[in-house]
């Protein structure tokens, strides 16, 4: 699709085991972003990539969070040892390089919802 | 990136417009001030942005004060599917920096 897309939109797991979410950017972002919120709150940031500079990490909660994205497209977002503060909708968005497109617009995918047991 | 600071609700009739302010009075020049929306268990959506000018598209118009200090997004012909959660934001641009979310002002649109 022409979209961000996200997988699984729903995952329900027990406390301590380990997740991985996924976000497949629209084709040609350059930037890709990962969001959570919880139930009734605003968007969190998480994780901010940008083409080939080193990402940045400053909105991760813990060392039980991290991310990767392998050749500057697809993103895995992995929580170890999940926790049931964990539980919140995750969002992944992408962007265009600055010089296309409109400056700072982000395109959200669906979300995963993540409930920790 | 500047704090901003909205109403937590507000309320609109159908076929009105609706006026959502934001105040965002140490936003710096380079920053740039953006509109997203997000309706219930969807994404985030982009309405709008604008540095100085008043900005218009299809969707919105902003308007910025000339101290920049606050704005207003204008739904001019406001319907039921604009009833959302609606954030202000106020970012450099051209960086491709993170945009930092609050926690908006729950716009709705009632017949």
């Known amino acids: 699709g022409a979209g961000v897309s996200q997988s699984p939109s729903n995952k329900v797991t027990e406390k301590g085991k380990d997740v991985e979410l996924r976000c497949d950017p629209i084709?040609?972002?350059?930037?890709l972003y990962w969001y959570r919120q919880s139930l009734g709150q605003g968007l969190e940031f998480l994780i901010y990539f940008q083409g080939n500079s080193a990402p940045d990490k400053s909105g991760l909660p813990s060392d039980r969070f991290s991310a990767e994205r392998t050749g500057g497209s697809v993103s895995t977002l992995t929580i170890q040892r999940t926790q049931q503060e964990d539980s919140a909708v995750y969002l992944c968005?992408?962007?265009?390089?600055?010089?296309?497109?409109?400056?700072?617009?982000?395109?959200f995918g669906e979300g995963s919802r993540l409930t920790v047991l | 990136d500047a704090k901003t600071t909205q109403p937590p609700s507000m309320d609109c009739a159908e076929g009105r417009a609706a006026n959502l302010p934001c105040n965002h009075s140490?936003?710096?020049?380079?920053?740039?001030v953006y509109w997203y929306r997000q309706i219930h268990s969807q994404g985030p959506q982009y309405i709008i942005h604008g540095l100085k000018n008043n900005e218009t598209n299809e969707m919105a118009s902003l308007i910025i004060t000339e101290d920049r200090k606050s704005s207003t997004l204008i739904l001019p012909h406001a319907t039921l599917r604009d009833t959302a959660v609606y954030y202000c934001?106020?970012?450099?641009?051209?960086?491709?920096?993170?945009?930092?979310f609050g926690t908006g002002t729950r716009l709705q649109v009632t017949l």
């Open positions: 968005a992408s962007s265009p390089r600055s010089s296309s497109g409109r400056p700072g617009e982000l395109f």
């Open positions: 140490t936003i710096s020049g380079n920053e740039y």
């Open positions: 084709s040609g972002h350059t930037a």
């Open positions: 934001i106020v970012s450099i641009t051209g960086t491709a920096s993170k945009l930092t």
